[in-house]
T-cell receptor, first 114, second 113 residues
Framework: DVKVTQSSRYLVKRTGEKVFLECVQD?????MFWYRQDPGLGLRLIYF???????EKGDIPEGYSVSREKKERFSLILESASTNQTSMYLC?????????????FGSGTRLTVV | KQEVTQIPAALSVPEGENLVLNCSFTDSAIYNLQWFRQDPGKGLTSLLLIQSSQREQTSGRLNASLDKSSGRSTLYIAASQPGDSATYLCAVRPREYGNKLVFGAGTILRVKS
């Protein structure tokens, strides 16, 4: 069964900490994405990557960075966590190119910054 | 800019009813539309993917239709069950943005036993 795996379901971090959220996919997908989901705001794209070492900003990249050293792994980094980054974080992957690629999502990481 | 709207925001029905969830989008230049299910505190599970050239897709009790020219999609759930209770999200992949998805806010469905 193909899947996208997020390393942590729940995380509690302190303000100012550097936080790493990890995502691994086993489908050989070129594209990987990080979204955050907040009540009333829906899903918003933070960053995405279409190849190893390639990244593009999404709609809300401020306060975040990403790393993609291997095709299967996409990391989201909060350089200095703040309380307004408390949220549900969702990783997704898909094949690259035009047309009908389906997106597969991970189970999510609920991050609380105190 | 592509916008996706889902109506209703919430729906409560008795078990066994057939129901329809609606999704509309403002720009018909899309590659595809995808329906997802999300259980509380969990990630998204893909239900159906409709390519821009298709009119509908079916999986079990679920049927999704797409009318690209009018910017509408519906998700039909037959003989609803309490286990169908979840949030249902639709998302389009606009041609303008390449590989990115634009999501609606979702419909929260509760099926009462």
């Amino acid at each position: 069964d193909v899947k996208v795996t997020q390393s942590s379901r729940y995380l509690v971090k302190r303000t100012g900490e550097k936080v790493f959220l990890e995502c691994v996919q086993d489908m050989d997908h070129e594209n990987m994405f990080w979204y955050r989901q907040d009540p009333g705001l829906g899903l918003r794209l933070i960053y995405f990557s279409y190849d190893v070492k390639m990244k593009e900003k999404g709609d809300i990249p401020e306060g975040y960075s990403v790393s993609r050293e291997k095709k299967e792994r996409f990391s989201l980094i909060l350089e200095s966590a703040s309380t307004n980054q408390t949220s549900m974080y969702l990783c997704a992957s898909s094949f690259h190119g035009t047309g009908g690629a389906s997106y597969t999502f991970g189970s999510g990481t609920r991050l609380t910054v105190v | 800019k592509q916008e996706v709207t889902q109506i209703p925001a919430a729906l409560s029905v008795p078990e066994g009813e057939n129901l329809v969830l609606n999704c509309s989008f403002t720009d018909s230049a899309i590659y595809n539309l995808q329906w997802f299910r999300q259980d509380p505190g969990k990630g998204l599970t893909s239900l159906l993917l409709i390519q821009s050239s298709q009119r509908e897709q079916t999986s079990g009790r679920l049927n999704a239709s797409l009318d690209k020219s009018s910017g509408r999609s519906t998700l039909y759930i037959a003989a609803s069950q309490p286990g169908d209770s979840a949030t249902y999200l639709c998302a389009v992949r606009p041609r303008e943005y390449g590989n990115k998805l634009v999501f609606g806010a979702g419909t929260i469905l509760r099926v009462k036993s």
